[in-house]
Structure formats: structure tokens, C-alpha cells
């Protein structure tokens, strides 16, 4: 009978860590998402610049091909 009875609870206890984990996992940070959001921004702020860039430095290398 002891047997069974620490089986059970050991299975309660293994149940209850397993809850605790799914609890701890379903929360979020928000400054972790707020940090993520900002880094993205910056990600297509640079890749906008870049490209941007890049079209003007075309333009210009054209202009003075044509022009010469």
C-alpha cells in the first residue's frame, strides 16, 4: 500500500511541476516584446536608408556618365 501511495504522489508532484512549467511559460514580458518591436524598427529604418542610398548613388553615377 505505501507503494501506491507514494507513486500517486509522486505523480501529483510531477503533475504540479508540469503545471507551474505551463503557468511560467504563458507569461510574457512586455519589455521583452517592447525590446523586439524597437530592434525591428531599426532593422527597417537602416534597410530603408541603405536602399535609398543605393538608388541615389545610381542616379548620381548616371548623371555624371551622361554628362561626360
Same mark, same amino acid.
Request: aromatic share 8%; no cysteine; charged share 30%.
Given at each position: 500500500?505505501? /507503494?501506491?501511495?507514494? &507513486? !500517486?504522489?509522486?505523480? #501529483? $508532484?510531477?503533475?504540479?511541476?508540469?503545471?507551474? /512549467?505551463? @503557468? &511560467? /511559460?504563458?507569461?510574457?514580458?512586455? @519589455? %521583452?516584446?517592447?525590446?523586439? %518591436?524597437?530592434?525591428? #524598427? /531599426?532593422?527597417? #529604418?537602416?534597410?530603408?536608408?541603405?536602399?535609398?542610398?543605393? !538608388?541615389?548613388?545610381?542616379?548620381? %553615377? $548616371?548623371?555624371? !556618365? %551622361?554628362?561626360?
Amino acid at each position: 500500500m505505501d /507503494k501506491h501511495r507514494n &507513486y !500517486i504522489n509522486t505523480q #501529483k $508532484t510531477a503533475e504540479e511541476n508540469n503545471l507551474r /512549467k505551463l @503557468n &511560467y /511559460k504563458n507569461k510574457v514580458d512586455i @519589455n %521583452v516584446l517592447l525590446n523586439r %518591436v524597437r530592434s525591428d #524598427k /531599426k532593422k527597417e #529604418k537602416l534597410e530603408s536608408l541603405l536602399f535609398f542610398g543605393f !538608388i541615389s548613388l545610381a542616379v548620381i %553615377v $548616371t548623371g555624371v !556618365i %551622361v554628362s561626360l
